[in-house]
């Protein structure tokens, strides 16, 4: 991950350039390939009584060349560039303004004033911003090079910290009715074990936010969620 300069006092953090080139070239080409070697088989692969899809393998096998291996090659780059384009779109995007810090993920922007974050860490792989208080303003993966990524936020004049999440003993394993959560939390939190189940990034964002004003920041392992209260760090 790299920085790039932008009209307007932006700075956007981009994919080095290897990355773009196997996501943008790599994936069409292997995905054209990869269709082309089926419809290379597909006779084959139609005489074969145990098979399935026999019907698609006897029509692709009947299609006479140049068409067959132009539609081949053309069916896998498209999917190939489907593939480049979900991808791009559950990046982790970061962009740096004068007075802002601008993340988009999803399809999902947000933006926070520079003056409300205190720090940024690196838990795994996943990117922290904490608010003053000692709540997350931002926790999402990132596939972005460590080192570089620290080197940026740090260029910008964001405190960078070192060793991972500095609250990650304070997490504790939400179960229904766990004692010590603030009203409303419980019922946040099945809600969000719900969209959990269902893969409802969305709504799992929405919940992650409405548990944050009450003061409950969450962690997520797999199917299993953690909490823990917002606060200021314990450690001396």
Known sequence: MSSQDAPGGRTKLTDPLWQL????IGLPVAGALA???LKLIAGW???LSWAPFQGV???AADVPDPQATIGALGIGAVGGLVLAAIGQHETLSIVFEDDALETTKDGRTRTFARNDVDRVCLSG???IVFSADGGELLREKTEADPARLAAAFRAKGYAWEEGGDPYA???KRWVP???GLPPGADALLKARQKARDKDDAGDCAELRDELAEIGVVVRDDKKRQ???PSGKDPRP
């Open 35 to 37: 269709v082309w070697g």
């Open 21 to 24: 080139l196997i996501m943008w």
């Open 45 to 47: 692969v139609a005489g």
């Open 226 to 228: 953690y909490w823990r």
């Open 57 to 59: 393998f006897e029509l």
């Open 169 to 171: 003993e304070r997490f």
């Open 177 to 179: 009715g766990v004692e």
């Open 125 to 127: 792989k996943e990117l």
